[in-house]
């Protein structure tokens, strides 16, 4: 992990933590607390080959800023500014999105908690994106850590698992996690993708670009003031 990056959470995954994120989270398990069991959504990426670097492409474009470049402007654009307005925790399915009064040209942050299921969505410090979302399992896990999106595709199915449907796609690793549009409902998961409902996905993918930053923590939190980076 980059040691120039902290992870301190999502805004959105700190709302629906103080609201019922641990409940939600919880809804993995049946009424009696037993665990449920949990049937794997068939959404892995495609052949990692697509994944490879293009030549005097991607790696240039992922290298750490300079120095000249950390100057209390760029500083400012990752401090939080707005928390959305949700009120109670998010649901399965559900998803906000608001870029009323956003700057323009903002940097984008995501930020995914593993305990709270959410994922935030950041533009210059303000949050304007917020949904549930589908992760892996024990034995498919999502990882921790601070991605850049390596690639984007609009129209994806998985090679892997019966041509799977997997669109807006945008992969975080080489060996294919990725965040993409899915059918976001209790008792699902993913082999370790960030599933997102397809309308929010879509919105996420006509914002985010290659080397826009996702951080994926488990029960971390961020409160207004402080830096997503």
Known sequence: MDQ?????GGAAAATVFVLGGATLASTMMSDDGAPKEIALQEAIPVD???LAP????????????????????????????RILDIDGPIKYGEWHWNTE????????VMTVDLDARVISVFKGGYEIGASAVLLGTDDHPTPLGTFPIKYKMRHNVSE?????PMPYSMFLTNDGIA????????????HGCIGMPDDFAAKVFAVAKKGDKVIITKGETLDMGQSIL
């Open 54 to 81: 293009k030549q005097g492409g991607d790696d240039a474009q992922l290298q750490p800023a300079s120095a000249e470049a950390d100057t209390p402007a760029k500083e400012d654009a990752f401090t939080v500014k």
């Open 4 to 8: 120039m990056l902290k992870w301190i």
């Open 101 to 108: 009064n956003v700057p323009a040209d903002g940097a984008i």
């Open 160 to 164: 892997k698992y019966d041509n799977a």
């Open 48 to 50: 990692p080959a697509q």
């Open 179 to 190: 965040l993409h549009g899915s059918d976001v409902q209790n008792g699902y998961a993913s």
